[in-house]
């Protein structure tokens, strides 16, 4: 699907199961990026500007706060912590430090809009954390 503008639309697609063929229907919205974060840290330096237009960005986060304070209207609805692709753990809070050779996925709401945003914090070989929002 090549998405050219804003607004919502019907899409229908067939699904094959086994030898049966299903027509399903399903209506799509597309809305506008907009930032779910008033504010993100790394220890003390402001990063928020770099996600305002922007779906990635890596940045050197190890062994530093990473401080999130979601804008108006979003709402933190989960954040867990893996190891090798496996759930350790589900963190509170707004502020995380991140362990060695773990990635932290962080589901945000948007109340009004009912939009949802997934932040994925990667940790690589060389020490950083590539920040993704999809």
Known sequence: MQI?????????????CGK???N????????????????????NTDITKYYNHKFSSQESSLGKIISLKPNKNWKIKSCYLYKNGK??????????TLPEDTSMTLTMTNKKTKVV????????????????IY
């Not at 945003?117 to 993704?132: I, S, V």
């Open 87 to 96: 759930k350790l753990k589900k963190l509170k809070g707004s502020s995380y």
């Open 4 to 16: 050219k503008k804003t607004g919502t639309t019907k899409v229908s697609f067939k699904v094959r």
């Open 24 to 43: 399903c229907k399903t209506t799509v919205k597309v809305v506008k990026y907009a930032n779910p974060f008033k504010k993100i840290l790394l220890d």
């Open 117 to 132: 945003e997934t932040l994925k914090f990667d940790y690589a070989d060389f020490g950083d954390y590539d920040l993704d």
């Open 20 to 22: 049966k063929i299903y």
